[in-house]
């Protein structure tokens, strides 16, 4: 069964503190893994897609990288428009192929 | 461009009651799902189109769930008999392609389901 677990669960920084959230996952075939933010009662905004371990992609203050294991979300002097619930997902090759399987998410709060 | 659309944006039901709910994809785009997300949580699949068939539902929890998409555009959730544990939100989520890999699904607001 593919399992994605996120940590921290909860991360508060201060206004231009980087840091990194984590994504790990098991799956049986990775067909590809989405970084998406969820701000409160709305939708998961969708913000990148990785597929081969060591790619890398960036936006603004946000870069996401991928292992064959885990993927990071680096966040680079993040501002609090910046905070946010990270929500990262996978996507299998076989079963289920069409669906995301989520994470619970890390809760990011920055503050001035 | 518009985005997915839901409604209603917020359902308030007595358990029993039956529930329809709506979604609107972006326009043109072949695949539709829908996910359940509980508070705290990530959301979880329950079913996904493609045009019009519905071709897994693997994630409904019950027979009380049912899902259409009849001409491939707009899609109905439909919970019947509804419980207290059916309360969560329901996200739906589209797609351009058929293709599985590395193209992403587009999110709507969500519909916020409380059942008394």
């Known amino acids: 069964e593919d399992q994605v677990t996120q940590s921290p669960e909860a991360l508060r920084l201060q206004e231009g503190e980087s840091s990194s959230l984590n994504c790990s996952y098991t799956?049986?075939?990775?067909?590809?893994l989405f970084w998406y933010r969820q701000d409160p009662g709305k939708g998961p905004e969708f913000l990148f897609t990785l597929y081969s371990a060591g790619e890398e992609k960036e936006k603004e203050r946000l870069k996401a990288t991928l292992t064959k294991k885990e993927s990071f979300l680096h966040i680079t002097a993040p501002k609090p428009e910046d905070s946010a619930t990270y929500l990262c997902?996978?996507?299998?090759?076989?079963?289920?192929?069409?669906?995301?399987?989520f994470g619970t998410g890390t809760q990011l709060k920055v503050e001035l | 461009g518009a985005g997915v659309s839901q409604s209603p944006r917020y359902k308030v039901a007595k358990r029993g009651q039956d529930v329809a709910l709506r979604c609107d994809p972006i326009?043109?785009?072949?695949?539709l799902f829908w996910y359940q997300q509980a508070l705290g949580q990530g959301p979880e699949f329950l079913t996904y189109f493609q045009n019009e068939a519905q071709l897994d539902k693997s994630g409904l929890p019950s027979d009380r769930f049912f899902a259409e998409r009849p001409e491939g555009s707009v899609s109905t959730l439909k919970i019947q008999r509804t419980q207290q544990e059916d309360s969560a939100v329901y996200l739906c989520?589209?797609?351009?392609?058929?293709?599985?890999?590395?193209?992403?699904?587009?999110f709507g607001p969500g519909t916020r389901l409380l059942v008394l």
């Open positions: 997902a996978v996507q299998a090759i076989t079963g289920g192929g069409n669906k995301l399987t």
């Open positions: 989520a589209s797609r351009h392609t058929a293709e599985q890999g590395q193209v992403p699904q587009y």
């Open positions: 799956v049986s075939g990775l067909r590809g």
């Open positions: 326009s043109g785009h072949v695949s």
